[in-house]
């Protein structure tokens, strides 16, 4: 998937800085006064487009469609897409959103991912958004599941956070290999099943703020699939160089 000199994202992205976030305040990356959250001079420099595998968004070398691993291995899911690299200053932005309590990012961060080319077009052929939930441990700790709150953002009505289910709390995942990953993920997701017959044949988005090894999209992709849907796109802020 090459996203370099998309028609249009140039204009895209020099007007994204007025729509992310109208109060003013100092920009995150350069410290600019007043600013968004982000400013446009950052946007630009730090949310540039990369090429990317279709299936699983790592970085891959322009003309190259799908990477090595995922024509050997294809993942559950049927594509994947990715707004920036999980490094400066989106890594802080993240921290900031879900582990220091500032729901406020959700709205910048959604409007990013917006911008993103081809996830606006995914988004709009889903039937519902879902965002990767929180065991209800970790949703009580944190107070509010930041992927619902990007979901709600970028879908409006669509964004269902109630049909896709997690049923435990996981150990921490950040430095673990991706088979301790899937070993600690089996059984973590179900389909509430009072929604499961309508999920039948349709097209989904799962929503993510972060994909390292995909062992979580993987998972609740599984749980997915066995309800009978039919397509899976996992839309993530971030995609660390991790796999």
């Known amino acids: 998937m090459l996203f370099q000199g998309l028609p249009g994202f140039s204009r895209r992205l020099q007007g994204l800085a007025g729509l992310l976030g109208r109060v003013p305040s100092q920009c995150a990356a350069c410290h600019a006064w007043p600013s968004q959250r982000i400013c446009n001079a950052c946007v630009a ?41 999980y490094a400066y200053p989106w890594a802080g932005a993240l921290a900031d959103f879900k582990f220091r309590a500032d729901p406020g990012w959700a709205g910048t961060l959604a409007t990013l991912l917006r911008s993103t080319p081809w996830v606006e077009p995914a988004i709009e052929a889903a039937d519902r958004v879902l965002p990767v939930p929180l065991s209800a441990e970790r949703l009580r700790e944190r107070g509010f599941n930041q992927a619902a709150l990007l979901a709600r953002h970028l879908a409006g009505a669509r964004a269902d956070a109630h049909s ?27 389909i509430e099943p009072a929604r499961a017959a309508a999920l039948h ?42 796999e």
């Open 45 to 85: 420099r730090f949310a540039q487009p990369a090429s990317r595998c279709q299936r699983c968004a790592l970085r891959v070398p322009a003309g190259v469609a799908v990477c090595g691993a995922c024509q050997q291995h294809p993942p559950a899911f049927d594509a994947c897409l990715a707004a920036v690299d």
């Open 164 to 190: 896709l289910l997690r049923l435990h709390a996981t150990e921490a995942q950040s430095s673990l290999p991706r088979a301790q990953r899937l070993r600690n993920l089996q059984g973590a997701f179900a």
């Open 201 to 242: 044949g349709q097209r989904v988005v799962l929503l993510d703020d972060v994909m390292t090894t995909g062992a979580t999209v993987h998972a609740a992709t599984l749980a997915l699939r066995e309800a009978g849907v039919a397509h899976v796109t996992v839309v993530v802020l971030a995609r660390t160089a991790m």
